[in-house]
């Protein structure tokens, strides 16, 4: 059964302390790993895709990148207002996407 | 601006009482897609479409219904709700199929089924 696991759940760092968020995956074919950002209430803004082992991406203060089994959001320096849940998805060989459960991130000042 | 819209952003309804939640994308997507979000369970996927008159069942499909005659709309249909269909739900669109492009969502639709 494919499955994707994101943690730690939940993570509260003070501002400018960096910090990583795993996503890791069993999946029987991997096409992309995708990383969104929600707000409360709102739906899942896009961040960034990533198609094979060794890719990284950046924006602002967020890098990500990934592995054969797994790949990590890097919050470097965070601020208030990085506070969201970042959710992690896996595009399937059967054209259906696994999503995590998320991480829920909360930057105090 | 390209952009997903659900409407409406809040409901709430009675047990049995037909309702429907639009969804239009104006970005000329093929692909249409409902999730249900409820905590400690994260996003669930209801029905998709890969294309006009084409649509085919999520991980979660009972008791919802979806129809897809036209690109850019794809409503959701909930014949007879039941409370345990209380839950945040999101429309989302990709230019291809959502394991190679990323998915673009709406704001979300909160229901309330008493």
């Known amino acids: 059964e494919d499955q994707v696991t994101q943690s730690p759940e939940a993570l509260r760092l003070q501002e400018g302390e960096s910090s990583s968020l795993n996503c890791s995956y069993t999946v029987s074919g991997l096409r992309g790993l995708f990383w969104y950002r929600q707000d409360p209430g709102k739906g899942p803004e896009f961040l960034f895709t990533l198609y094979s082992a060794g890719e990284e991406k950046e924006k602002e203060r967020l890098k990500a990148t990934l592995t054969k089994k797994e790949s990590f959001l890097h919050i470097t320096a965070p601020k208030p207002e990085d506070s969201a849940t970042y959710l992690c998805?896996?595009?399937?060989?059967?054209?259906?996407?696994?999503f995590g459960k998320g991480n829920q991130v909360v930057v105090i000042p | 601006e390209a952009q997903v819209t659900q409407n409406p952003r809040y409901l709430i309804t009675v047990t049995g009482k037909k309702l429907t939640v639009t969804c239009s994308q104006n970005?000329?997507?093929?692909?249409m897609s409902w999730y249900r979000q409820d905590p400690g369970l994260g996003l669930r996927q209801i029905y998709y479409s890969m294309n006009v008159e084409v649509t085919d069942k999520g991980d979660v499909p009972e008791g919802y219904k979806v129809s897809r005659k036209e690109k850019r709309n794809f409503p959701l249909i909930l014949e007879s709700p039941s409370p345990n269909q209380t839950s945040l739900y999101f429309c989302?669109?990709?230019?291809?199929?959502?394991?190679?492009?990323?998915?673009?969502f709406g704001n979300g639709t909160r229901l309330t089924v008493t």
């Open positions: 998805a896996v595009g399937l060989e059967n054209n259906r996407l696994a």
């Open positions: 989302a669109s990709s230019f291809r199929t959502p394991g190679n492009s990323p998915l673009h």
């Open positions: 970005m000329n997507h093929e692909y």
